[in-house]
């Protein structure tokens, strides 16, 4: 298990790699300049001066070797519209809320979404399964903004006075009374698709021969959905699962931006506005590595549910 742990998490060092490369060339080729935006142009003369100061007048392949080689100490860079502001600094303490708001919303679509899943699996063609059906689907197709919209409109806020309305409309300092809407908006989606992919898996593995074995067997019908069903349809979810995580933790722009919550979403956002190509880019990468991480993670976790992926019997 360890071996294969090792060869899993290797493999995130040239996504890296690949990813930082692509992200960095597309950054720097793209139209435009960070110097010179609506609002804000500055003169010829002192843009040369900026680009030497920062090597942006070097040949392309020598800015990637240089800002690589930063970044493998941790160092991603200089601000390009805050006064050459450290990018650390300015990604730092957008963080921990974009981190928060996407663990929050992932372990709701989870409790939630699983087991309504295996529910409608369970009471299949029923009026339960119907039921749990129309919810995913709701969930599918109400896009983020107009749950998010629907949630402020008729939780945060009442007609005639709107602040005292029983969750907050907007921001992150509030605790839990700012937190439930926004959660609730960016859990919708991943609720709706953990919910299908369940339902899927266990249709699968309903009338699987092991299945009729333990029921011939007299085993309990719990034990036979929690030891035997669930645990073999969770290795299909899993695949959905990682990805799903690594988008939540990273920030949702819209989610963000509507409850004007201080996170990456808000921030990458608000960096494109202002074309800063270094919060950006270091942004652009540290996305790159938390879907590779995660993945990676992933990969490990099949190997822990189902052994014979690990010793190479299953491809």
Known sequence: MLSYAVRRLLWVIPVLVAASAIAFVVMRTAP??????????????IVEQLNRDLGLDQPLLNQYLAWLG???TG?????????????????????WPSLQLGLMAFLLAAVIGIPLG??????????????????????????????????????ASSIYRPEEGLFAPGGWEDGPRSWAL?????????????????????LDVLHAD??????????????????HMLRNALVPLVTLMGPMLAILI????????????????????SSIRVRDYSVVLGMTVIYAAAVAIINAAVDILYGVIDPRIRDGSVR
Not at 32 to 45: A, C, D, F, I
Not at 119 to 132: E, F, I, K, P, S
Request: charged share 15%.
């Open 75 to 95: 160092d991603l860079g200089l601000s390009t519209s805050i006064q050459a502001i450290p990018v650390n600094e300015i990604i730092g303490p957008a963080v």
């Open 182 to 202: 926004p959660t609730i908006a960016l859990a919708g989606l991943p609720m709706a698709q953990f919910a299908r992919y369940t339902k899927a898996s266990m």
């Open 32 to 45: 435009g300049s960070p110097w010179n935006r609506e609002g804000r142009q500055l003169e010829p003369y």
């Open 70 to 72: 930063r970044l493998l």
């Open 210 to 227: 092991y299945v009729r074995t333990a029921h011939a067997k007299g085993l309990d019908e719990q034990q036979i959905v929690t030891h």
């Open 250 to 269: 990273t920030g949702s722009i819209v989610v963000e931006r509507i409850f004007d919550i201080p996170g990456l979403g808000n921030l990458y956002w």
């Open 118 to 155: 295996a529910v409608a699996a369970l009471r299949h063609r029923t009026v339960v399964d119907y039921a749990a059906t129309a919810l995913a689907m709701v969930g599918m197709v109400a896009p983020a903004f107009a749950l998010a919209a629907f949630l402020q409109l008729f939780f």
